[in-house]
């Protein structure tokens, strides 16, 4: 079964600190989104990338496609950065079109 | 519009009743999905449509679910003899293209009494 696996599930952390959040996925795939969803709100996409690093902001995520591994980090963290994150794939080689999501991970930043 | 716009945002019903969900995609974006996020899970993938036609209906649940798209833009997911457990979020996505970034709709939540 292809499943993408988050974390930590959840995590609260104070204002300030370095955040990691983690992703593994069991098979090939074509790209990896990072998306954002804040309570009783809608998701944003914040990241869709296939190799490498990017970055926005205090925001930066990386892949490691050897290791099917994928973070995403918050440098400088806020309290508006409280919010769930997910990964989501889209997987190479035939399957579903749409993405395939983690259970996302619940992040608080206490001021 | 600017954005992904779905309507209703929320809809309750009664178990067996039949309802219609709507998706109104940003302007020029010919891939459409439907997703569907259960409280406390990420979203699960219901259906692709690239243009007027359904790419890939793989993540339907059942035959009670069924989705058109007729002219390309506007789309909507309808399901029949709801049942309790359908109660969830449907989210709609649109992109460009099947390998760009998706946009979400808020989402309808939906609840079968």
């Known amino acids: 079964k292809n499943e993408v696996e988050q974390s930590p599930q959840n995590l609260t952390a104070q204002e300030g600190e370095f955040i990691t959040i983690n992703c593994s996925y069991s098979?090939?795939?074509?790209?990896l989104h990072w998306l954002q969803q804040h309570p009783g709100g809608g998701i944003v996409s914040l990241f869709m990338l296939s190799s490498g690093k990017k970055k926005h902001g205090r925001l930066i995520a990386t892949i490691n496609i050897q290791e099917k591994h994928s973070s995403l980090h918050i440098t400088a963290s806020h309290p508006r950065d409280s919010a769930v994150y997910i990964c989501?794939?889209?997987?190479?080689?035939?399957?579903?079109?749409?993405?395939?999501f983690g259970k996302g991970t619940h992040l608080i930043i206490q001021p | 519009g600017a954005g992904v716009s779905q309507t209703p945002s929320n809809k309750v019903t009664e178990k067996g009743k039949y309802v219609e969900l709507r998706c109104d995609p940003i302007s020029g974006h010919t891939a459409l999905y439907w997703y569907r996020q259960s409280l406390g899970q990420g979203p699960e993938f219901l259906i692709y449509?690239?243009?007027?036609?359904?790419?890939?209906d793989s993540g339907l649940p059942n035959d009670r679910f069924f989705a058109v798209r007729p002219e390309g833009s506007v789309s909507t997911l309808k399901i029949q003899r709801t049942e309790r457990g359908d109660s969830a979020v449907y989210l709609c996505?649109?992109?460009?293209?099947?390998?760009?970034?998706?946009?979400f709709g808020a989402g309808t939540r939906l609840s079968v009494l």
């Open positions: 098979v090939g795939i074509s790209a």
């Open positions: 996505a649109s992109s460009l293209t099947l390998q760009g970034i998706q946009y």
């Open positions: 989501a794939v889209r997987y190479s080689g035939g399957g579903a079109d749409g993405l395939t």
């Open positions: 449509f690239q243009g007027t036609g359904a790419a890939d």
